[in-house]
């Protein structure tokens, strides 16, 4: 598990013999999401070279939307437990993050761009929509580093802002890896509005400086809560990392699977 010890924070101390709280924070974001990049990660690149017959199977294609549905619910449903913005003017910024997830024209969501992306890529989705609910419930249907995650997101961010930054800062990354991933075997895919207008409207990019923005305007305030605040972020960036190990194992087990059938005597 990460630490804030573990952390580089060289340029802060080339910044300034003794960084103020703002500028130790985004050291400390800068370098975790460097770390922590999620395009990085085998996952990706295993996704985009599978057999294209493997990657389009339904019931791979399920299991892929469950975790990554999964990973991002629990993280659209913490936000709404932040901590520390709760003075008109900062609600007013919480909501805007409200409503680029939950409140697209026609009452659409994220989450639900997110599951007819991969029903029109024929996904045989493991649960409907509405059964993302509470992160105990869910970890009923997800297990692994993916439940650890699921778990981990409502407690982190409703004790510090650090773990939503770390994830805002960080999801652009995760999204074009995916988009493009699976654009090797569906070329529509990236043009599905969960990524199309995700990118065209840059909302990642905005949601990533705004939670620094406002955090940094928080520990400007309370520079007390800046060990929590990185520590916090630290063990989300980790846990971040263990979901794409999750998705990286299904995708091993679907090869493994499909190995062991071509092999099998007719
Ligand atoms: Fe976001």
Redesign the pocket.
């Known amino acids: 598990m990460s630490h804030i010890s573990s952390i580089d924070l060289t340029n802060c101390e080339q910044i300034s013999p003794a960084c103020n709280p703002v500028d130790e924070f985004s050291v400390a974001i800068s370098s975790l999401a460097e770390q922590h990049r999620p395009s990085r990660m085998p996952f990706f690149h295993n996704l985009a070279t599978l057999d294209h017959a493997i990657a389009s199977d339904p019931s791979f294609l399920g299991q892929i939307h469950l975790v990554y549905q999964a990973a991002m619910h629990a993280?659209r449903a913490a936000v709404y437990y932040l901590p520390h913005l709760d003075s008109p003017a900062l609600r007013k910024r919480k909501l805007q993050?409200f409503v680029?997830?939950d409140g697209l024209p026609g009452g659409d969501t994220h989450h639900y761009q997110l599951t007819r992306a991969f029903r029109n890529i024929g996904a045989q989705c493991v649960l409907d929509d509405e059964a993302f609910a509470e992160p105990e419930e869910l970890c009923r249907d997800v297990d692994g580093e993916a439940a650890q995650f699921v778990r981990l997101a409502k407690t982190l961010y409703s004790r510090s802002l650090g773990p939503w930054c770390a994830?805002?800062v960080m999801?652009v990354d995760w999204m074009r890896a995916l988009a493009d991933a699976l654009s090797v075997h569906f070329p529509q895919f990236a043009d599905e509005p969960y990524f199309a207008e995700c990118f065209s409207e840059m909302?990642?990019e905005?949601?990533?400086e705004e939670?620094l923005s406002v955090t940094q305007m928080v520990l400007s305030a309370r520079p007390e809560l800046l060990p929590a605040t990185i520590a916090d972020a630290a063990i989300m960036a980790e846990a971040l990392d263990g979901v794409w190990t999750h998705l990286d194992r299904i995708v091993e087990i679907a090869r493994e699977q499909a190995v062991q059938r071509s092999s099998a005597p007719a």
């Open positions: 993280t993050i680029d997830d994830i805002e999801s909302v990642e905005r949601h990533a939670s």
